[in-house]
């Protein structure tokens, strides 16, 4: 223990104190460098979008910096005549060195497009882990951005966007589908309220109250269909073949007049409910089918499903009432020339 002791209190008194200096010369160098840096924009406001000069000088200064830190390690270990952190320190930068030369390719598309010269550029459109992001701010470390997401404005290493590319955004595409509050409407089905959205997951509201959280890649991979702007509620229907003579005029507009006075019930307001039109489509296998389209205003989204289920009842409902047959499909079977059905 003793002599433990003793070896423990010559290296805090000799390498120690070595090791010490030296990691404080390296932080004076470095953190001072960067506070001048700091000290220096807000003195000058100096903007974001800088030119290219500019930019050079910045990535010399950094450069500079990092090579003014390890001279002033190598400095203290020298005056301190510790050969042995000296050498340690000298192998380390060998070791990167030798590194960096390796790298050398991903090195100079990272430099690009810190100067703003690669396939990623400020003010473009990019794509980054399946979300789309406006490049605010290129540097050291890229500065992505998205309006419709929240918590969207986080900076990432320059290294990460290598291998990426960016565009320019369109005049009126939007940097998401959704916004929080619209309603959707999945493949499946299934309509939702979007509660929150972020970088890393859509959560919604279900009808019925239930909550669907999806990673926001999947989201926009499902492609959901939003309400909120207006919708159409689309159903084909079918009547039978005696009503060959009414099914272009009168069934049509007695299905119309139907839908208008149900649906109008379903409304806040009557413009809610923008168009009714039924319109006979065409002839199929077993029945005349006529197709019933209603649009209607976003604000009805969250009653998409009633909406849907109105229009098809009243369909029924009025052929009921008006006598029309509604036909089922038919298989004809054939056997020995006979034919039964």
């Not at 291998?163 to 509050?181: I, K, M, N, V, Y």
Request: glycine share 10%; net charge positive; aromatic share 8%.
């Amino acid at each position: 223990m003793e002599s433990a002791s003793q070896g423990f209190r010559r290296f805090v008194s000799t390498r120690g104190l070595n090791l010490a200096l030296g990691f404080l010369a390296f932080c004076a160098v470095f953190f001072g460098s960067r506070l001048l840096m700091i000290l220096y924009r807000r003195l000058t406001r100096c903007r974001r979008r800088r030119a290219f000069a500019s930019r050079v000088l910045v990535l010399a200064y950094h450069l500079v910096t990092i090579i003014a830190a390890v001279g002033a390690v190598l400095v203290v270990f020298n005056l301190a005549g510790d050969w042995f952190l000296l050498g340690l320190t000298l192998i380390f930068l060998l070791g990167v060195g030798w590194a960096t030369i390796q790298t050398l390719p991903q090195q100079v598309d990272a430099v690009r497009i810190m100067l703003n010269m690669g396939t990623v550029r400020e003010d473009q459109r990019l794509v980054w882990q399946g979300v789309p992001w406006k490049v605010e701010a290129l540097g050291l470390s890229a500065h992505l951005v998205n309006p419709r997401l929240s918590g969207a404005d986080v900076q990432v290493p320059v290294r990460s966007l290598i291998g990426l590319h960016s565009r320019p955004a369109g005049e009126h595409e939007a940097w998401f589908p959704t916004g929080t509050g619209d309603w959707v409407r999945f493949a499946d089905g299934a309509v939702g309220r979007v509660e929150c959205q972020s970088p890393e997951e859509v959560r919604l509201a279900l009808l019925g109250g239930a909550r669907r959280t999806l990673p926001t890649p999947v989201f926009l991979e499902a492609a959901p269909t939003n309400l909120s702007a207006g919708f159409r509620i689309e159903t084909v229907f079918g009547v039978d073949y005696r009503h060959q003579a009414e099914v272009t005029s009168a069934i049509p507009e007695a299905f119309a007049e139907a839908l208008k006075r149900r649906l109008a019930g379903l409304a806040d307001a009557p413009e809610q409910i923008r168009d009714v039109t039924v319109r006979f489509q065409g002839a199929a296998d077993s029945a005349l089918e006529v197709v019933a389209l209603v649009e209607a205003d976003g604000a009805l989204a969250g009653r998409y499903e009633r909406l849907a289920q109105a229009v098809a009842a009243t369909l029924v409902d009025t052929c009921t009432e008006k006598g029309w047959g509604i036909p089922f499909p038919q298989l004809t079977v054939h056997r020995g020339g006979a034919a039964s059905a």
